[in-house]
């Protein structure tokens, strides 16, 4: 199992940009499909993006496509999630997970274990 590191998060403006970053470390990085989640106060945890493992397929929820993108970089066991055009509403604990299916599904994924995550928060 690849243990997880997120970074990158902080306080910006709406219509910011923030890149995360999330560093495995352990097991064979490019073996899992990679994504990222979000939780806001009082929300449940939901789904943001899913990369492939060579990084070719990705999978965006509605409300992010268009200003988030993922990528990874095997050789550096990491995951991004670059965030333009950020709002509010993306104000949330963002974290990244690792899997060994098929990245479609990585949505739907019932994951056992969390890291601590990185706190984005947009505002004024």
């Known amino acids: 199992q690849v243990q997880l590191v997120e970074s990158g998060g902080g306080l910006v403006q709406p219509g910011g940009s923030l890149r995360l970053s999330c560093a495995g470390a352990g097991s064979d990085f490019s073996s899992y499909v990679m994504g990222w989640f979000r939780q806001a106060p009082g929300k449940e945890r939901d789904f943001v993006a899913a990369i492939s493992r060579t990084g070719t397929t990705t999978d965006y929820a509605d409300s992010v496509k268009g200003r988030f993108t993922i990528s990874r970089d095997n050789a550096k066991n990491t995951v991004y999630l670059q965030m333009n055009s950020l709002r509010p509403e993306d104000t949330a604990v963002y974290y990244c997970?690792?899997?060994?299916?098929?990245?479609?599904?990585?949505?739907?994924?019932?994951?056992?274990?969390w890291g601590q995550g990185t706190q984005v928060t947009v505002s004024s």
């Open positions: 997970n690792a899997d060994s299916g098929i990245t479609a599904r990585f949505k739907n994924v019932s994951f056992r274990s």
